[in-house]
């Protein structure tokens, strides 16, 4: 993974580019969802979630639910569960099954300890007061009730951003081209637990590493593609560089027959 600038992290976290570009439906993400159905050991992470939740009744709140990947299986496999998911966005939030809100995850609209589990999966690096949001995720749950966090790691992914910066060195003339935006280094794996430890004493690590091989570059393509809304950040022609790395992903697969990319994510469970 690569290390964002200082611009970058802004424009990570900026609420107008996730609520109107980002995030103002859900192409993007499912998008950069789909490349995880090469991936191998298989990952069913919202199976997970539901493992993580056995033991869990009442309230659970989704926070930067998305496309509602997790809320819907909520509802299928846990229909006792009373599921809200929310979002910064209200575009996103169109298909996702209801009850949803509107809402910035660092103001919820609940109570305090009103809920009995919060989850908030592949969005804490988002926001723009991490460790704010962190108490603020703390404030409305129960006594005795559980954080279910997700990210990825430092290293996830590194041959895309290899692919990114010879494409984009391609592009401007040079040996290496700039990074490409990274969405989880401001909340990566390795950084995760110690935020989350500033407001929860029980934190468990469950990490979910994978191979994904893909024959066909479609797949890297649109990955790399989704991450259009962060297109200025880039330092180069966006699009230009997204074909150029086509080009030399569909090389690679000539030569190899695959296109290897190594992944490492990782869930964290959090008690009071």
């Known amino acids: 993974m690569t290390s964002n600038t200082a611009q970058q992290d802004a424009a990570v976290a900026d609420k107008s580019i996730l609520a109107n570009s980002a995030y103002a439906d859900g192409r993007h993400l499912a998008a950069r969802q789909s490349i995880y159905r090469w ?4 990952c069913d ?3 997970i979630v539901v493992e993580e939740l056995a033991d869990t009744s009442g309230i659970v709140l989704d926070i930067g639910c998305g496309n509602g990947k997790f809320v819907s299986r909520l509802h299928k496999d846990r229909p006792d569960l009373q599921v809200v998911g929310m979002d910064i966005s209200a575009g996103i939030l169109a298909d996702v099954a209801k009850p949803v809100l509107v809402a910035d995850a660092q103001a919820l609209p609940f109570a305090d300890d ?8 592949h969005m804490l690096y988002h926001v723009s007061d991490i460790e704010a949001t962190i108490k603020e995720l703390a404030r409305v749950l129960r006594p005795g009730g559980i954080l279910i966090a997700s990210t990825n790691s430092d290293t996830d992914k590194q041959e895309l951003d290899q692919l990114w910066a010879r494409a984009a060195g391609d592009i401007l003339g040079i040996p290496e081209g700039p990074a490409r935006v990274s969405l ?3 909340f990566s794996l390795e950084k995760a637990s110690g935020y989350l430890g500033t407001a929860f004493k029980d934190i468990r690590v469950r990490e979910l590493p994978g191979i994904i091989e893909v024959t066909d570059s479609a797949p890297i393509v649109a990955h790399l593609a989704s991450y259009g809304a962060w297109a200025e950040q880039c330092g180069v ?3 230009e560089t997204v074909s150029r790395a ?3 992903a569909a090389a690679t697969i000539d030569v190899r027959g695959f296109f290897k990319i190594t992944c490492l994510g990782g869930i964290l469970v959090c008690q009071l």
């Open 39 to 42: 991936q191998q050991p298989q």
């Open 114 to 121: 009103s809920a009995d589990a919060v989850l908030a999966l």
């Open 237 to 239: 022609p966006f699009d």
């Open 246 to 248: 086509a080009e030399i």
């Open 45 to 47: 992470l919202p199976g």
């Open 184 to 186: 989880s280094s401001r």
